[in-house]
């Protein structure tokens, strides 16, 4: 009886070992695909922010983003997620933010624009456009957040932040 016991523990013993080397075999393949994946990380820059629409309870502002993929296999953007703020002296005032989840896939050593409208309240705006006025006609836009690619099953956040005058006038 002690000999079946002596082997079942043996066994036992045997799968919680080769279980924590699976464990730790996952973990350092996830952390070296997620260097290889920060080493080759996609350049991200807005290109645009534009008014383009104005009503009486919000305004609609254009912001471009355009991901560069300098991989040599494409990669897939699943989220793209920003704030936007103003500048009112020396501080910034939030307006709004913006989340899009749409998979967008971009091919090797390529890139991909993207155009993301947001809808922000006119009571932001219009302390924006008072700011703007105070400033002679227009006033600095912060763009800032992040854009999550994945390439194979790791994704991984790359941040950006921009910032731009942006004219009240047309």
Do not use: H
């Amino acid at each position: 009886m002690s000999k079946i016991l002596t082997q079942k523990r043996l066994v036992f013993g045997i799968v919680i070992l080769a279980v924590c080397l699976l464990i730790v075999a996952f973990v350092a393949a996830r952390s070296y695909i997620s260097c290889q994946i920060e080493k080759y990380a996609a350049n991200v820059e807005i290109t645009s922010i534009t008014l383009r629409a104005v009503s009486l309870t919000e305004v609609t502002v254009d912001v471009t983003v355009r991901v560069e993929n300098p991989n040599p296999i494409g990669a897939t953007v699943d989220r793209i997620a920003y704030d936007i703020y103003f500048q009112e002296n020396d501080e910034w005032v939030y307006l709004g933010k913006a989340d899009r989840t749409e998979d967008i896939t971009i091919g090797s050593n390529d890139s991909a624009s993207l155009n993301i409208s947001n809808e922000i309240e006119t009571l932001s705006i219009i302390e924006m456009l008072l700011e703007a006025v105070r400033q002679w006609g227009a006033v600095n836009l912060k763009v800032n957040g992040s854009v999550w690619i994945k390439i194979g099953p790791v994704s991984i956040g790359v941040p950006f932040e921009t910032i731009r005058a942006l004219s009240a006038w047309p």
